[in-house]
């Protein structure tokens, strides 16, 4: 099986290659907008692997939550190559990803939402399948969902953004953090080969992204309710 992965949720653009077992990945360059980046990045990294986009058996994207710009653009360029390509599409959960990159136990992910708010799951981990413990939701820092028992890890941007702010709310169930942690393509595809092993890749006009939040701005009003400026 051969698969293609975008993850664009956050400030971090990847993809990666599952060529039957072996899974190959490229990091965008830093600091750069996704759009100006993610074609040529997907190029490069199928001209290296000798694999034209004809010979994959399906596309997965970084369905979120996570930036909306972000999230869009790799539903659509899923989307657009795959339609090109008469290719299924899978939309794997952002979190989810951000979540198994952990490593194996209790991990909980945490993506910064802005709007001083977060994106907050839980899951347990073990090899490359994952049980979700509480669901991804989006709300303020002091209000993320709290885990059932303790010895959980954390991971992701919201622990860089809104630390404090957690580590208060979510108190000793936390054994370790790591805030540089970002959703990974190469994480995706590890998701996704079960799952388009089963069948469960769709038509592409069918795939959408997991905003959790509709929302994507604040008027004045809240943000200076919030401590930010006009």
Not at 79 to 85: H, I, K, R, S
Not at 198 to 209: F, I, K, N, S
Request: glycine share 14%.
């Amino acid at each position: 099986m051969k698969l293609l992965a975008l993850e664009s949720s956050t400030d971090l653009f990847t993809a990666a290659l599952f060529l039957d077992g072996r899974v190959v990945e490229r990091e965008g360059a830093r600091g750069l907008p996704h759009s100006e980046i993610a074609l040529p990045l997907v190029q490069a990294l199928l001209d290296g692997q000798g694999t034209a986009l004809a010979e994959l058996d399906g596309i997965a994207f970084g369905a979120g939550p996570g930036a909306f710009t972000g999230l869009r653009l790799a539903c659509s360029m899923a989307q657009g190559l795959a339609v090109g390509a008469g290719l299924p599409v899978l939309g794997i959960a952002s979190l989810e990803a951000l979540a198994l990159g952990a490593g194996d136990g209790l991990v909980y992910a945490s993506v910064d939402a802005r709007m001083n708010e977060v994106y907050s799951a839980a899951y347990r981990v073990c090899g490359a399948s994952i049980e979700t413990v509480v669901a991804p939701v989006v709300t303020a820092p002091s209000q993320a969902p709290l885990p059932p028992g303790e010895g959980w890890l954390g991971c992701g941007s919201g622990f860089a953004a809104y630390g404090a702010a957690l580590a208060a709310r979510l108190g000793l169930s936390m054994v370790r953090v790591d805030g540089l942690a970002r959703p990974r393509a190469g994480d995706l595809l590890r998701l996704a080969a079960p799952r388009f092993a089963r069948g469960e890749g769709a038509d592409a006009a069918l795939a959408a992204p997991l905003y959790v939040r509709d929302k994507v701005a604040q008027t004045t009003v809240e943000r200076l309710a919030a401590g930010g400026k006009a």
